[in-house]
């Protein structure tokens, strides 16, 4: 059973740097076959995809975050890692990891539990 | 980037009613539709895959249809484990989009 695990400051000063990670369990991230992504919920509001990783590639990103998200993977850790540079409050919510099949078409089938940023000073 | 529209934004019902939840795209996006449902304080579940796939472990009661552009998902005997959010998603393309979602409430 796959499970997923965020972690990072529930509390992020605007204009720095969010920086969040992922532990996966039950499974490496670098045997392939998954895209491993990061998603958002703004307080009271639906979903929003930040963007995915394979092992292998290279990440894709929602143009929504005008290139200030970076996603990587430490495969020592089994775990990846999502950095927001030149944060709003705009960009308090939940934020989740999740794991999606190597198809493009694929659902998101298993995430975490999610971890709330607030920012503000 | 890909619109989903959901209605209706909320709905009342009672246990054992029989509920029907539509999505419509914004443009063909074929059968790659998943749905999703969502507790308070919770991450979201996946319901139902490329359109009408049931995934493993869900109850048969939730189904799925639909092509093109317009979806529906059914709950054909309201349990009370069954309130919560929905959520249509599309994974046609990059960027993956959401619906608003559907608060659906006890009566």
């Known amino acids: 059973q796959v499970q997923l695990q965020e972690s990072g400051p529930g509390l992020v000063k605007p204009s720095q740097t969010l920086s969040l990670t992922c532990a996966v369990s039950?499974?490496?991230?670098?045997?392939?076959?998954?895209?491993w992504s990061w998603l958002r919920q703004h307080p009271g509001k639906g979903l929003e995809w930040i963007g995915c990783?394979?092992?292998?590639?290279?990440?894709y990103y929602n143009p929504s975050l005008k290139s200030r998200g970076t996603i990587s993977l430490d495969t020592s850790k089994n775990q990846l890692s999502l950095n927001l540079s030149s944060v709003t409050a705009a960009d308090t919510a939940v934020y989740y990891c999740?794991?999606?099949?190597?198809?493009?078409?694929?659902?998101?089938?298993?995430w975490g539990q999610g971890t709330l940023v607030t920012v503000s000073s | 980037d890909i619109q989903m529209t959901q209605s209706p934004s909320s709905l009342s019902a009672s246990v054992g009613d029989r509920v029907t939840i539509t999505c419509r795209a914004s443009?063909?996006?074929?059968?790659?539709l998943n749905w999703y449902h969502q507790k308070p304080g919770r991450a979201p579940k996946l319901l139902i895959y490329?359109?009408?796939s049931l995934q493993s472990g869900v109850p048969s009661r939730f189904s799925g249809s639909g092509s093109g552009t317009d979806f529906t998902l059914t709950i054909s005997s309201l349990q009370p484990e069954d309130f919560a959010t929905y959520y249509c998603?599309?994974?046609?393309?990059?960027?993956?989009?959401f619906g608003q979602g559907t608060n659906l409430e006890i009566k």
């Open positions: 990783i394979y092992y292998s590639g290279s990440p």
């Open positions: 443009q063909n996006i074929i059968s790659f």
């Open positions: 039950g499974g490496s991230i670098s045997s392939g076959g998954y895209y």
């Open positions: 998603q599309q994974s046609y393309n990059f960027p993956y989009t």
């Open positions: 999740a794991r999606r099949a190597g198809k493009v078409t694929a659902p998101f089938d298993y």
């Open positions: 490329t359109a009408s």
